[in-house]
């Protein structure tokens, strides 16, 4: 079976919500979602994951910065279309600098809404491929350090580097348990700016 990207559609006009869902349901590469009332498509996000999330700005006493707001915050991957009759610049530059990706004015063409679409999704595709390459490099680096030398801190020293600068840390450590030892066995080593501190390349007794 394909992977199709999964889309909501966020509208409290249900027929402006419907006709632009039709549009997209002509793309058999899409699996779209509906909902007309913001509060559950906030727990929809909250619940799902979306690729593409399509919503209105205006909604009553709701703002499509609620919608994107909390799709952000459960995928800050997802991509963000927000709809509106009422474009300004101030909106359409608040928008974007929060996070979404593109505004579409209504009414819009067919041809508008899936080319906003496509490019959204394209730069997810992009961005989850590098992501992947970034991880498997990562492991390339490890698995390379570990078959060339058969010192415990060089393999450990790898790992440590990666981590940190994954997670932009000044010190990080790894703790080794031997399930063959009657007690846990434990080797720590502690990472710095100045390498690896042998000093706790050393077997410890974990009375916890």
């Keep these: 079976m394909a992977f199709k990207s999964r889309i909501l ?23 779209v979602a509906t909902e007309t009332d913001p509060l559950k498509a906030i727990g929809l996000v909250k619940g799902s994951q979306f690729d593409l999330i399509l919503t209105d700005l205006m909604m009553g006493n709701h703002s499509g910065m609620e919608m994107l707001e909390a799709a952000l915050e459960a995928d800050p991957d997802t991509v963000v279309v927000f709809m509106t009759g009422y474009p300004t610049v101030e909106n ?39 992501i992947r ?5 990562a492991l390339f680096k490890i698995a390379e350090a570990m078959g060339l030398t058969i010192h415990l801190s060089t393999a450990l020293n790898q790992v440590l580097k990666l981590t940190m600068k994954e997670f932009n840390v000044e ?27 042998r000093s706790f390349l050393e077997g410890k007794t974990n009375h916890s």
């Design 9 to 31: 559609v966020v509208d409290d006009d249900p027929e402006v919500c419907e006709v632009a869902a039709e549009m997209l349901r002509d793309n058999v590469h899409l699996a």
């Design 92 to 130: 359409a530059t608040q928008a974007l600098k929060c996070g979404a990706y593109d505004f579409l004015v209504k009414p819009f063409q067919m041809e508008q809404l899936l080319a906003t679409v496509e490019r959204g999704l394209r730069r997810l595709q992009l961005s989850r491929e590098n």
């Design 133 to 137: 390459l970034k991880e498997q490099l």
């Design 171 to 197: 010190a990080a450590s790894i703790l080794l348990f031997d399930p063959s030892k009657p007690t846990p066995f434990v080797v720590q080593a502690l990472q710095t700016q100045s390498g690896i501190d």
